[in-house]
């Protein structure tokens, strides 16, 4: 079956502008999550949610980072006035439930010139 | 600071080698898992542990939980170059979980 699958694979921008990344999960996965990793660094948590809701954003660094899951299954990750430490691997992982085991997306690579 | 503390950072062995790496945390967890994660590749998971005290093996690789639920250890036995990667562990309170920035394995043929 599919696995999740995130949208684009590499993505460069520059300073100051805005950037979308997308998240397919697993279909019939309730629970999503964003993560982000620098190089040499663990995930980092950022947001999940349960459903359309977004059950714990306490995460996200600031308020440039926002994201929405309008349908309880696709996810967009919202990144505002893009800044060079924002420049990192961005995962996606979803669950059946919470507490449930997270299956991965392969990432998508932001980098910030 | 990490909550969860991962060492060594890196090891380099060969092939044939056993190991051993390990994740601390001053916290108590509900559970722990290990994941495994290759280049251009999100993180797969290998095992959860939720019991203190616990043992799990996979094949080469066994797995221990702390007692006090705060730290485990993952050995391998005979590593291969096919167990090459970043090892991470992640610790599960309530909703939320929360990775060690790993240790890079590399086993040389």
């Known amino acids: 079956g599919a696995g999740v699958s995130q949208t684009p694979s590499n993505k460069v921008t520059e300073k100051g502008k805005y950037v979308e990344l997308r998240c397919d999960p697993i279909s019939g996965h309730t629970a999503l999550y964003w993560y982000r990793q620098s190089l040499g660094q663990g995930p980092e948590f950022l947001i999940y949610?349960?459903?359309?809701?977004?059950?714990?954003d306490s995460g996200l660094p600031n308020d440039r980072f926002f994201a929405v899951r309008p349908e309880g299954s696709v996810s967009t990750l919202k990144i505002q006035r893009t800044e060079r430490g924002d420049s990192a691997v961005y995962l996606c992982a979803s669950s059946l439930g919470v507490r449930e085991t997270q299956y991965f997306g392969p990432g998508t690579r932001l980098l910030v010139l | 600071t990490q909550l969860l503390e991962q060492s060594p950072q890196f090891l380099s062995i060969q092939e044939g080698e056993n190991l051993t790496v390990y994740c601390n945390s001053s916290s108590v967890f509900s559970s722990l898992q290990w994941y495994r994660q290759e280049p251009g590749e999100g993180p797969v998971l290998l095992v959860t542990?939720?019991?203190?005290?616990e043992v799990k093996k996979l094949k080469r690789l066994t797995f221990q939980f702390g007692d006090a639920r705060k730290d485990s250890s993952l050995h391998i036995t005979a590593a291969q170059p096919g167990d090459t990667g970043l090892y991470l562990c992640a610790g599960r309170r309530n909703n939320d979980m929360r990775f060690g920035a790993g240790t890079r394995l590399t086993v040389k043929p």
């Open positions: 542990v939720v019991t203190g005290g």
């Open positions: 949610f349960q459903g359309t809701g977004a059950a714990d």
